[in-house]
T-cell receptor, first 115, second 115 residues
Framework: GAVVSQHPSWVICKSGTSVKIECRSL??????MFWYRQFPKQSLMLMAT?????????EQGVEKDKFLINHASLTLSTLTVTSAHPEDSSFYIC???????????FGPGTRLTVT | AQSVAQPEDQVNVAEGNPLTVKCTYS??????LFWYVQYPNRGLQFLLK??????LVKGSYGFEAEFNKSQTSFHLKKPSALVSDSALYFC?????????????FGTGTKLQVIP
């Protein structure tokens, strides 16, 4: 089946630094990728949707200058958390939609801890 | 706007007993319905989906779900629960339409299977 990878799986950084999270579709081309944030014991909150080669569409309330999303190729999207603060600590999950089947596959998630 | 309701935060069931995790939805037009499972500190794993056809959908790990259009429900079921089924379960919906289809998740139901 289709596989989506995320790297890193866990990252700890100091307040004020920036962190980049990669999301890759390993065996299919993802025309659309989604970035979600999940707080403890809560559901997934869609942060943004990115289409290959175009600017991401951010959900209401999500700061686009803080959460930079790049979808440079059909297999890679990146989320950069700029000037991270402790309140950005969360579990970030990406998903990728297969351009042919429209199935959506999820990555394993990245746990970000900002100290 | 589309929405998903999972009325139970937690469901407890004895091992070997049948289990049901409830989900109701609201969407414009016909729905595309999903169930995902999440283990601690992991991403979401796809269980099953409904798009059209038979109302009873069979998925991974012995799970199945029944689509009921009149009740706008898509309850997850399994005839005999295993301890290893203990996890967090998410129901999700998106409209069936051309172009971008935003997927909305429920708040999740924690399933606890008691040995």
């Amino acid at each position: 089946g289709a596989v989506v990878s995320q790297h890193p799986s866990w990252v700890i950084c100091k307040s004020g630094t920036s962190v980049k999270i990669e999301c890759r579709s390993l065996d299919f081309q993802a025309t659309t990728m989604f970035w979600y944030r999940q707080f403890p014991k809560q559901s997934l909150m869609l942060m943004a949707t990115s289409n290959e080669g175009s600017k991401a569409t951010y959900e209401q309330g999500v700061e686009k200058d803080k959460f930079l999303i790049n979808h440079a190729s059909l297999t890679l999207s990146t989320l950069t958390v700029t000037s991270a603060h402790p309140e950005d600590s969360s579990f970030y999950i990406c998903s990728a939609r297969d351009g042919q089947t429209y199935e959506q596959y999820f990555g394993p998630g990245t746990r970000l801890t900002v100290t | 706007a589309q929405s998903v309701a999972q009325p139970e935060d937690q469901v407890n069931v004895a091992e070997g007993n049948p289990l049901t995790v409830k989900c109701t939805y609201s969407v414009s037009g016909n729905p595309y319905l999903f169930w995902y499972v999440q283990y601690p500190n992991r991403g979401l794993q796809f269980l099953l989906k409904y798009i059209t056809g038979d109302n009873l959908v069979k998925g991974s790990y012995g799970f199945e779900a029944e689509f009921n259009k009149s009740q706008t429900s898509f309850h997850l079921k399994k005839p005999s629960a295993l301890v290893s089924d203990s996890a967090l379960y998410f129901c999700a919906v998106s409209p069936i339409s051309g172009g971008y289809q935003k997927v909305t998740f429920g708040t999740g139901t924690k399933l606890q299977v008691i040995p």
